[in-house]
Structures are given as C-alpha cells and as structure tokens.
C-alpha cells in the first residue's frame, strides 16, 4: 500500500530550455536523505504539459536511476487518448517506476462521461505492468472525478490510490468512505495535510514537499504520534509558503523557493517566466515566517 509524502518534483530547464540533468541529480540526492517516501516525476509541478514524449522517457529513466532506491519513484502517464496512456504507462514501468500516476483525458471534456472514464481506466489497468493512481485536477482538467466513478475504479486490483487535488475536504472523506479496502487516498495538497489525514487520507502528493520535504513529512508523523496540536502548529507554519507555491504564483515561485533552500530549481519552460524580484522577496519572507530560511540568507 502506497503512503505518507511524494512529492511531484520539478523540471530543471537551463537557459536553452533543455532539461538541466546535473541540477536534477543534485535535487534528487537532497530529495533522497529527507523523510520522503517518493517522489513523482512529470507531474502538474514538473511541467509534464510542456515535454515531449523521447523527453519523457528519458526523464522517468533519470530519475529512477539516479534517486535513493529505498524509496519509491511514480511517474505521471496521463495522456489525451488511452492508447498513449497505456504507452507511457510501459514505459514508464520498463524503466523501473513504482506505479503511475493518470490524468484523465480532457481537451474533449464534453465527451468526457462517466462511463467514457470508466473505460479509459479499466483498460489502462489492464494493461499497466505497475499499479495506476488515479489523478484528479479539476482546477487543471475542468473535471472533477465523482465519488461513484473512483469507487467503481478502485475495484480493480490494479488501480490502488487517488491523488485528489479537488480541495474538497468532504469529497475526501466519502473517497475514504466508499473506495476499496486498501485503496490509497492521498490529499492533492499540503494545505489540507492535516485534514486529510484526520478523515482517513494515507498522506500527500504536494508541491510544497519539494521544498518542505521534512515539514510535510513531520505533520504525518505527529498526526500517527496523536501528537495532534503539534501537527496542527506545523500545519499552520505550511500555509504561507503553500499557498504562494502553488495558487498565487505557482510552478516559478516553486523553483525560486527551491534555489533559496539549498536545491537548483533552474529555469520554467516558455510561456511560464521566471519569478520576477518582487515575487522573489514576498516567497523568501514567507519562507523565513515559516521558519525554513534565516534572515540572513
């Protein structure tokens, strides 16, 4: 059973927009020593959107062979038609990933019914080597998985956890309620860490884990210890930063966050634009109140 904190890790690009690899080994060697129990790579925050697919392969091949092996690696497979889907999905296990992490198709989300759903997971399952994850974006995808159809889903032997970003602390609840025995529910942000465990989710898939990795990972232990007014002071102490890394100024901030915490969070890909100055103190003020970053650094 997947649990506790991944975090969907960045994308360095350098100044050509390349993908910067020796960046990327130095965040998965710091990644590797923290309390984190994986990491997924191309997800929403490793601009999985803006690499193509010879990019994508090579990447997913990066980072399993270059992450701790104790730890476990997901990549997000989610792809527009299910025949890409299951394509990415086998690749992605050939190079040795843990399980993958499914977007639902969207660009036609008229045509997007439950059942058309049901059928593009069922048969990706199938047909996956590694155990799938749901991954539910709506703010992304402009769909929101019902309740219903992820209890359906998690029938399948092959389909293990949801990663839920919806922000729907109710809708957690009833995933937790009414999935399968052993189903993994996992919370889509470390803003509702604590929430979300506290109606049964088994951890986070967060951005801020990128950065926080041990802070996130800390709130789940205190949350296990029943050490549960700590947990919450923790969870307080995450809000700021959270909320600056992934609604305000998203994927830029993120990577600026991480170049003032000791990681290379390189460049965004075009049209995303780096962090501009301004941005850049209000990040690194949140990050010193939260007490991740002296003043003087």
């Known amino acids: 059973m997947l649990k506790g904190i991944f975090t969907p890790i960045v994308t360095p690009f350098n100044e050509m927009e390349e993908i910067d690899y020796p960046k990327m080994a130095h965040n998965l060697n ?15 925050n490793g601009e999985f959107p803006y690499i193509d697919p010879e990019e ?5 091949r990066f980072v399993v062979n270059n992450f701790n092996p104790d730890k476990k690696v997901i990549a997000g497979t989610g792809c527009e ?22 977007l639902p198709p969207h660009y036609y989300k008229g045509s997007m019914s439950e059942e058309v759903l049901y059928e593009h997971y069922i048969e990706t399952a199938d047909n996956s080597p590694v155990p799938l994850l749901i991954y539910n974006m709506p703010k992304n995808t402009g769909i929101n998985l019902s309740v219903g159809l992820v209890a359906r889903l998690s029938q399948h032997p092959n389909i293990v956890g949801i990663k839920d970003t919806a922000g729907n602390i109710v809708q ?15 919370a889509g942000n470390a ?20 950065i926080l990795p041990d802070m996130c990972c800390q709130v789940v232990d205190l ?40 990681y290379q969070g390189g460049m965004p890909r075009r049209p995303l634009k780096p962090l501009g100055t301004k941005e850049k103190e209000i990040v690194k003020a949140a990050l010193i109140r939260c007490g991740a970053l002296n003043e003087e650094e």
């Open 223 to 262: 949350f296990n210890q029943g050490k549960l007014e700590e947990a919450k002071a923790l969870q307080q102490r995450l809000l700021e930063p959270n909320g600056l890394v992934t609604f305000k100024y998203g994927i830029p901030a993120l990577k600026a966050a991480m170049d003032m915490l000791g």
């Open 56 to 60: 994508k392969a090579e990447l997913i």
């Open 81 to 102: 038609t299910t025949r890409d889907t299951i394509a990415l999905c086998t690749e992605a296990a050939e190079a040795g990933v843990h399980a993958v992490l499914v």
């Open 191 to 210: 803003g509702y860490l604590l929430p979300a465990l506290a109606v049964g989710a088994v951890g986070a898939t967060a951005a801020t884990a990128n």
């Open 172 to 186: 957690l609840a009833e995933l937790v309620r009414d999935t399968a025995d052993g189903f993994s529910v996992f």
């Open 30 to 44: 710091k990644w590797g020593q923290t309390g984190l129990d994986g990491v997924v790579v191309l997800g929403t």
